[in-house]
């Protein structure tokens, strides 16, 4: 095999290694790229001329020195400006690669930026037109009232109340989230133990309905997924068709519709007010391990432990785009969209968390650090945070904006971390496992603990502004935890 040149990808004519790199290099044009920046031009760490370890090649017997006008001194000229414009060039590569991270990086800030600025535009138009509604109906209400002039102190003292609501709604915690102080004074208030079969204990799944939080999603190791309603305390419906246990459920935001995924390598769609099953959609060959729900509701992704994620149409079934980190070759075990569908993550069996770009289905980010199979991940509302749980007894938070772990909550040895979910408003951040914890976001601070279930906790949700909570476990039951 021959050597090459890691800055000119040629055969150099005076092989030399570096050991900071271990990278092969022409000898003139590594001693000329020293003596410009003083540093390996793989990895910029230091590195000196005497450092260099000469290779030792046969080489052919070289003439003795030409005359300046000889043919071989013009040759020798063109070498070196040869090599001036491959360090040139090699420099420039290397530039260009740091202006595209730069740039992917101030992309997604721009992405997120435009998300709360049209947000905040909406509810803005929407102010405003209460506003101008209001003053409407002031002026119908003077205009028919008799030919009696409308009293100015009512009419000036309409408008602050208007102005108080329009800040009201611009909060970003919304005022019927339930506080803290009372979220800790939470404790059982009821508990259903006839959902899933007692022949094959154990409700693996959990998920509510986000326009309707009584309406209870569940999904069983008895193959069956049910739909229960809190307030009536029955079963709407019980969905049977999967051939292994139920692992992922999803509640439809806005249709009489929910999905469920299975060992069985299958995901279904099923029809609540039909109690049958309207689509089969067959995206993988091995365990689908993980389910989210685009945000235009339209679109499923998967994960499965053949180490494809998929995208697929929920009203076709049909299968839009599969991917595979080629690379890394592991089973993924969990995935989740980002709130604003352009992004999504995945865990994988090897304790990683890829950051994916949906449009361009290209793996964007990685995050390192947990141990063990990386077992649940949630996004936070405003889309700055991401939380993550693995079999090494920890939560780490994540800044996407940085791009690092800025938070790791350590928890009791040996402690399962199965669901991890924040509430609709980004305040609190539940964690499902050996028990169920409550914190609450940015101080990261452990606000209320439930011990109740006698097996482990398998998912966790929140209701409407947090004004209840519900949870799932091995031993079958549901339950319910407010004041």
Not at 68 to 74: K, M, V
Not at 199 to 221: H, Q, Y
Not at 361 to 386: C, D, K, M, Q, W
Not at 467 to 479: A, E, P, V
Request: proline residues 4%; aromatic residues 8%.
């Amino acid at each position: 095999m021959s050597l090459v040149c890691a800055i000119s990808n040629e055969v150099p004519e005076h092989p030399c290694v570096s050991p900071v790199s271990n990278q092969v290099f022409e000898r003139r044009l590594i001693e000329k790229y020293i003596a410009e920046n003083g540093a390996d031009p793989m990895n910029g760490q230091p590195l000196s001329e005497e450092q260099l370890i000469d290779i030792k090649v046969s080489h052919p017997i070289r003439p003795k020195a030409p005359s300046s006008t000889s043919i071989p001194a013009i040759l020798k000229a063109l070498q070196d400006e040869w090599d001036a414009v491959m360090l040139h060039s090699f420099t420039l590569r290397q530039q260009l690669q740091t202006t595209r991270q730069e740039l992917s990086h101030a992309l997604y800030q721009h992405d997120a930026a435009c998300r709360v600025i049209a947000r905040l535009t909406k509810e803005v138009t929407a102010e405003c037109t209460i506003l101008i509604l209001l003053l409407i109906l002031c002026f119908i209400s003077q205009a028919g009232g008799a030919g009696e002039p409308m009293e100015v102190s009512e009419q000036v003292g309409m408008i602050p109340e208007i102005i108080q609501k329009v800040r009201d709604r611009g909060k970003t915690v919304p005022e019927e989230l339930v506080r803290t102080e009372d979220l800790s004074k939470y404790r059982q208030v009821a508990t259903h133990a006839g959902l899933h079969s007692a022949s094959v204990p154990g409700i693996l799944s959990l998920d509510l309905c986000p326009s309707d939080t009584n309406k209870v999603l569940t999904g069983g190791a008895d193959k069956n997924v049910v739909v229960f309603d809190k307030k009536e305390e029955q079963i709407i419906a019980t969905l049977k068709g999967h051939t292994k246990k139920v692992t992922s459920v999803i509640y439809h935001p806005s249709q009489s519709v929910v999905f469920s995924a299975s060992p069985d390598s299958t995901i279904r769609v099923w029809s609540v007010t039909g109690g049958n099953c309207v689509q089969v959609v067959r995206a993988h060959e091995a365990s689908v391990t993980g389910l989210s729900l685009h945000a235009t509701g339209d679109y499923l992704l998967s994960s499965s432990e053949d180490q494809y994620w998929a995208f697929s149409d929920i009203q076709t079934g049909r299968v839009l785009t599969k991917v595979t980190d080629e690379a890394a070759g592991c089973a993924l075990t969990c995935a989740q969209f980002h709130p604003d569908g352009l992004i999504f993550g995945t865990g994988t069996a090897d304790s990683q968390i890829k950051i994916w770009d949906l449009k361009e289905r290209t793996n964007v980010a990685n995050f390192p650090g947990h141990i063990g199979p990386v077992t649940s991940i949630a996004f936070s509302e405003n889309g700055y945070y991401l939380a993550t749980g693995a079999q090494d007894s920890s939560v780490k938070l994540w800044d996407l904006r940085k791009l690092k772990n800025f938070k790791t909550i350590t928890l009791d040895n040996n402690y399962e971390v199965k669901s991890l979910v924040f509430d609709q408003s980004g305040t609190y951040l539940a964690v499902g496992g050996t028990d169920i914890r409550v914190y609450i976001c940015k101080q990261w601070s452990e606000v209320l603990n439930f011990t109740e279930h006698t097996g482990v906790v398998t998912g966790v949700a929140f209701g409407e502004h947090a004004q209840f909570l519900t949870s799932t476990g091995m031993d079958r039951s549901l339950k319910f935890y407010s004041l």
